[in-house]
């Protein structure tokens, strides 16, 4: 399919990318039209060139110096260079058809005509929405009209923040797209509208459309006597500008006690006296309504109860097209070019060079391709694949992926890369380009079954990587999973299953055992017989529980996403089985604290052995991430942040590298030298399932406050 995009150099482009998975609580649509946001999205067309990112992100720039002098200049600058090369995707208005919908949705059906709103109703010929955002369209609105849902959800909000009523005098100030279609709102109401912009053509189409009072310039004095030098009720700024005088001018121009709502982005260096002297309420008005922006709600599809949220985004979004479908909002005038889907750039490139002239702009599709048909492209570009490699597929496009595997696959010189998964085409497709891999695709069991590749590597949201490597594994194929391996005790016990069926080799993600650093610590202490003591510190960034690592369903949280690494770690280097775990918490009583991505666990160990893993979230990143102290036999091993290794009581000296090197390059390594026979796999899937067992304990550890016996085989046999 056709998707608009914007690279990082502020150019539009039109690329074929894969149609987007089907998942739960969403719905596939075929695009009709859709609407460029003149204001919102033409602020994308900026140079994205590394000055320029460093000019607009000054505090970014400032983490990414941190991490040079931390780490060494090779990884940000890597991290630099792969986020300059991402392509961006625009667009959050259109309407079309249901093609289908996924589990969860059962109040709509294929062939119904639709609106959709929101991050994924992008300029594309096919997209996949979640349900929330999504409305069904009155048979008498047009797909054209319907493309407005967006920025007529944002505007209907703004009237509701302004509780503007019959009878009040409201002045719009911006009559861009959302400032047109607020003043015909308004008017709705019973409302005076007063409406300022800096171009007289937009102030005469509002006037057309039923607007009282047009003003082109300068407006306070004009505003006041046509209030019988009262002042408006109601202000709405619908303009953007990184000035404040809109604002300022704005509070000029309202009465005592009048409300000021804030719409569009302008600068907000506010005149305190004219703001307290009149005792002015100042709203800000968020985007369509409650809802937007509630991962709950909008991805997940979780409802407000209308008893207690009369206006959610979904049903301002309906009452808004309800609005087209009375005439009580008129938008076909609105319409002042429609462009085909392949002559984007050229749609940009009018409102941006004449935005006097254009209000609203469409982009039409007319695309018959099967969704099935159109879930993968074949890249013509690709590398021509190598004889002797090994063909290897790779599903997820995650930062690890991109700043780690891809790099590593390629650096290997033993892979053909031959496929790149994503669930967002955009994602596969760009990738594949980068790496020239011969085929994209958002479709991972067309993937397996292509019968050239022998390898997968799986780096998808935890929650799909079990399933996935027992779906690689039957249909033969070698399997590197990132870890965690699964998620839970069935998971394991079904892949535990799956191995004992199927032959492939399965390696999970334990890269930290194969930094240099680990191996040449593993070796020194290799002659030493007695019990150690081991203290593995992680100081981490908090993310107060706001990522999808911190979903329960889609990440399982930190223990699983990050702590099994640790645990993998000291079962390695000690060569023993964890037999016992004990967890205690924080009890920081704080909203911008998660308790449970801070913990101190205690593992006991079959020979003796005894660690400590401290896990923080409440640190300072000046701190390095990662710090691993061995006690043994008055000699201590200690690893900083996999640069430096010291040694005390040893003969051999430690050692320093000239960047960190978690071990990354040589686990992939391994993991083709095991497929091709020349070496025995390091990491298998029962060092994943012992870490999978060993956080699930520690989970239960924290749920009861008491120690967990742990016999892994046991439990996954049993």
């Known amino acids: 399919m ?18 987007p998975t089907l998942q739960k609580d969403t719905i596939l649509v075929r695009v009709e039209n859709s609407l460029i946001s003149s204001g919102t999205e033409t602020r994308s067309l900026v140079d994205k060139g590394l000055p320029a990112y460093i000019k607009r992100n000054p505090g970014t720039a400032k983490s990414f110096l941190g991490r040079m002098l931390r780490e060494g200049m090779d990884r940000p600058l890597m991290d630099i260079r792969t986020k300059l090369k991402e392509l961006t995707q625009v667009g959050y208005n259109c309407s079309g058809t249901v093609i289908e919908c996924g589990s969860g949705v059962d109040w709509i059906e294929a062939g119904d005509r639709v609106a959709c709103a929101g991050g994924e109703a992008h300029h594309a010929e096919i997209i996949a929405v979640p349900k929330n955002l999504v409305v069904r369209i009155p048979g008498n609105v047009s797909s054209k009209e319907a493309a407005f849902v967006s920025v007529g959800g944002i505007a209907l909000h703004a009237v509701r923040t302004a509780r503007a009523s019959i009878g009040d005098r409201v002045l719009v100030i911006g009559l861009g797209l959302v400032g047109q279609i607020v003043t015909q709102i308004l008017k709705a109401a019973g409302a005076t509208v007063i409406g300022v912009d800096v171009h007289k053509s937009k102030v005469d189409a509002a006037k057309s459309l039923g607007m009282d009072i047009g003003i082109a310039g300068d407006y306070t004095e004009r505003v006041l006597e046509a209030t019988n030098g009262v002042g408006a009720d109601a202000a709405i700024i619908c303009a953007a500008t990184a000035s404040s005088k809109p604002v300022n001018d704005a509070i000029r121009s309202l009465r005592d006690r009048g409300s000021l709502v804030i719409v569009g982005v302008v600068g907000m260096d506010l005149e305190w006296g004219s703001l307290y002297a009149k005792e002015i309420s100042l709203f800000m008005s968020r985007s369509y309504g409650p809802g937007r922006y509630d991962a709950l709600y909008e991805r997940k599809g979780v409802d407000y109860p209308i008893s207690y949220v009369r206006w959610t985004e979904n049903r301002n979004m309906e009452e808004f097209l309800n609005m087209v479908s009375r005439g009580a ?30 209000i609203a702009v469409l982009l039409n599709y007319k695309s018959t391709e099967a969704a099935e048909e159109s879930q993968s492209v074949e890249h013509t570009v690709a590398e021509r694949p190598v004889k002797g490699r090994v063909n290897i ?26 496929t790149i998964v994503s669930n967002t085409g955009v994602n596969a497709g760009h990738m594949a380009e980068v790496y020239r891999a011969a085929r994209s695709t958002t479709n991972y069991k067309s993937a397996l079954r292509d019968k050239e590749i022998e390898a997968v590597l799986i780096a998808t949201p935890n929650k799909f990587h079990a399933g996935m490597a027992i779906d690689a594994l039957s249909h033969g194929k070698h399997v590197f999973v990132e870890k965690p391996l699964a998620m839970t005790y069935p998971e394991c016990r079904k892949l535990w299953r799956a191995l004992k069926k199927h032959k492939g080799l399965l390696t999970v993600g334990f890269n930290r055992r194969f930094s240099p650093l680990s191996i040449r610590a593993k070796e020194m202490l290799e002659g ?64 911008n ?3 449970k991505d801070n913990v101190v666990i205690s593992v006991k160990f079959s020979k003796g052995s005894i660690a400590s893993i401290i896990y923080s979230c409440i640190g300072n990143p000046n701190v390095p991430k ?6 043994s036999s008055g000699k201590v091993v200690r690893i900083l942040n996999f640069q430096r290794l010291d040694a005390f009581g040893f003969r051999e000296k430690g050692m320093k590298l000239a960047s960190i090197d978690k071990g990354h390059y040589n686990h992939m390594l391994n993991f083709l030298r095991a497929i091709k026979g020349e070496e025995k796999l390091a990491v298998t899937a029962d060092d994943g399932i012992r870490a999978t067992v060993c956080c699930l304990k520690t989970l239960e550890s924290l749920r009861s406050s008491t120690p967990q016996k742990l016999d892994w085989k046991k439990i996954i046999s049993g």
């Open 593 to 595: 604290i998660v308790d």
């Open 626 to 631: 990662e710090s691993v102290e061995i006690f």
């Open 329 to 358: 909002v008129k938008l076909k005038p609105l319409i002042t070019a429609e462009f085909a889907v392949d002559d984007a750039p050229d749609a940009y490139q009018a409102i941006t060079e004449s935005p006097e002239k254009h």
């Open 2 to 19: 056709k998707q608009v995009l914007v690279n990082r150099k502020g150019e539009v482009v039109v690329k074929k990318v894969p149609v």
């Open 528 to 591: 030493e017989t007695a019990p150690k003591i081991g203290i593995y510190r992680v100081n981490v960034t908090p993310s107060a529980g706001k990522t999808w690592i911190d979903d329960p369903e889609l990440g399982g949280g930190r223990i699983l996403e990050e702590v099994c690494h640790f645990f993998d770690f000291f079962s390695w280097i000690f060569g023993e089985e964890p037999i016992r775990v004990y967890a205690e918490k924080l009890t920081a009583r704080s909203s």
């Open 393 to 418: 597929a790779v599903i997820g496009t995650g930062s690890i992926v991109k700043a780690q595997h891809l790099p590593n696959i390629r650096r290997s010189g033993g892979f053909n890369i031959r």
